[in-house]
Every structure is written in structure tokens, then in C-alpha cells.
């Protein structure tokens, strides 16, 4: 049994089981990563924010955990989706071209959202506690 994988590896194989589609590392361009610690106040999430150059043509089926739909870029900020993904997901992905992010991100449910950015092509060396720019 082979224990653990890369983010590479986890895109590839979570795009297979959710979509069908396949993919290959070249399909695939890093951008980001958030590290929400406390999230829900219970556990940690290390996300690693893929750009993927293949496009789907139809809607996958459901599947357990829900169902697809196409969505703007402007729709996507109306939805009903975790507050740290409107914070920090989204915001990442608009800046995607600019370089590579890297946030933390202290999730307690008792305490405000606190960021810090820890990577980045613009802010590195400015306040590195300023919320996503």
C-alpha cells in the first residue's frame, strides 16, 4: 500500500473521482496554497489551488458528496459557500496570474478570521498580516 501522495497527485486523483476527467501533472498549474488552522475550530486544511488547462464540455453526474454546476466568476460570489473561500480561495484565484500565493489563515469560531500572507509575487516584503489585497 502506497501511503500519502503529492498535491499533484491528490488534484489528479480527487479531479478523477469527482469529474472522471483525467489528468496528467503538465494539465495542471499550482498557484496558491491557504493553511487554515482551527478550521471549524477542530482540525487543520492545507489547500493547494490548482489552475487546470483542461476545460469540461458537460456537467459531471452527482456523486455523494453533491452536485455540479457552472458558475461566472461574478455568480460565485453570491453562493452560499464557506466564508475563509470567499476571503481566501476566490480572491487567490483572480491574482493566479500574478504569481504564486501562499496564505495562513487562523479559523478559530471563537476569534476573527486573522491572515498572514506568507508568500507572495507583490507583498512579500510589505505587512505580511494585511488581509488578501
Known amino acids: ?3 500519502g501522495e503529492s498535491p ?6 480527487e479531479a478523477h ?7 496528467t501533472d ?6 496558491g496554497y491557504v493553511s487554515e488552522k482551527g478550521y471549524e475550530s477542530t482540525t487543520n486544511w492545507l ?3 490548482f489552475d487546470c488547462k483542461k476545460v469540461l464540455s458537460s456537467l459531471p453526474p452527482d456523486f455523494d458528496e453533491g ?3 457552472f458558475y461566472s466568476r461574478q455568480e460565485i460570489d453570491s453562493l ?9 480561495v ?7 496570474k500574478e504569481g504564486f500565493w501562499g496564505l495562513r489563515a487562523e479559523c478559530h469560531l471563537s476569534h476573527p478570521l486573522k491572515l498572514k500572507i506568507e508568500e507572495s509575487p507583490h507583498f512579500r516584503d510589505s505587512n505580511p498580516t494585511n488581509p488578501v489585497p
Open 1 to 3: 500500500m502506497t501511503r
Open 8 to 13: 499533484f497527485e491528490c488534484a489528479i486523483r
Open 17 to 23: 473521482e469527482e469529474t472522471g476527467l483525467v489528468l
Open 26 to 31: 503538465e494539465d495542471l498549474s499550482l498557484f
Open 47 to 49: 489547500m493547494f489551488l
Open 67 to 69: 452536485s455540479f454546476s
Open 80 to 88: 452560499q459557500i464557506p466564508p475563509s473561500d470567499h476571503q481566501l
Open 90 to 96: 476566490w480572491p487567490l484565484f483572480d491574482k493566479r
